[in-house]
């Protein structure tokens, strides 16, 4: 799909950046507000099944809050079951074919053989009256390290990794050690960490977002 806009493009002599994909991560500061944010990361991980270029992969949550913030995250996950597409209600969907599957599954085994702790999902689903669709259950798991390989591989599943900070620089250093570069977030209310986010020494994506009112989009790095 990269080349083919890329040759439209230069056709018209035109200049082209193009991301392609993305490893989008929430970070959530103390101060924020958790019945916005708690929404927010379960639409962005479920909605769409985690196949959009901007679905949320990874979750970043600051040691005072995450305890809260997981318990309220894992209700919602057991509130929504995969449905039918065609219905209009339905939040998580199925994928797209049975690779999108496969790789879901082999994420799976992967996060148990590395001792991950699972909270909520992690298995293929079959609905009534649907046997041949492409199933699978909302997962947030918890990798036991920071600097496993898995943190960077963008996967088009609903499968989201959290990890547990103290400070924010600390996040911000997780947020950016992934190849990809397309949309990250912020929660807070406090106008110092946003400051930090958004400024040259925050996040290096290409759109920066911040809970629950401000949206940049940068043109470039």
């Known amino acids: ?23 989008n991560a ?33 979750l970043f949550l600051h040691r005072e809050v995450a305890p809260k913030f997981l318990d309220s995250l894992t ?40 001792g991950a702790d699972i909270l ?33 591989q963008e996967l088009f599943a609903p499968i989201l990794n959290v990890a547990i900070f103290d400070d924010l620089e600390e996040a911000i250093q997780r947020n950016n050690n992934v190849p990809q570069g397309l949309s990250s977030s912020i929660w807070t209310r406090d106008i110092r960490n946003i400051g930090k986010f958004i400024g040259p020494a925050g996040s290096d994506c290409g759109i920066v977002n911040v809970g629950p009112a401000l949206h940049i989009s940068w043109t470039g790095y």
Not at 3 to 15: I, S, T
Not at 37 to 45: I, Q, S
Not at 124 to 134: F, P, R, V
């Open 75 to 114: 209700k919602a996950y057991a509130s929504i079951p995969t449905g039918d597409p065609l219905v209009s209600s339905t939040l998580l969907g199925p994928l797209h074919n049975e690779r999108a599957v496969k790789a879901y599954h082999r994420q799976i085994l992967h996060l148990h053989d590395i």
């Open 26 to 58: 929430s970070i959530v500061m103390p101060d924020a507000d958790l019945s916005l944010a708690v929404p927010a990361v379960f639409f962005g991980a479920v909605g769409t099944a985690g196949q959009r270029c901007t679905s949320t992969r990874r």
């Open 120 to 152: 909520t999902g992690g298995r293929i689903s079959k609905l009534d009256g649907l046997e041949n669709g492409h199933f699978v259950q909302a997962t947030i798991a918890i990798p036991p390290s920071a600097d496993l390989d898995l943190w960077k």
């Open 1 to 23: 799909m990269g080349q083919k806009v890329g040759k439209k493009v230069q056709h018209r002599f035109g200049k082209v950046l193009l991301e392609l994909g993305g490893n």
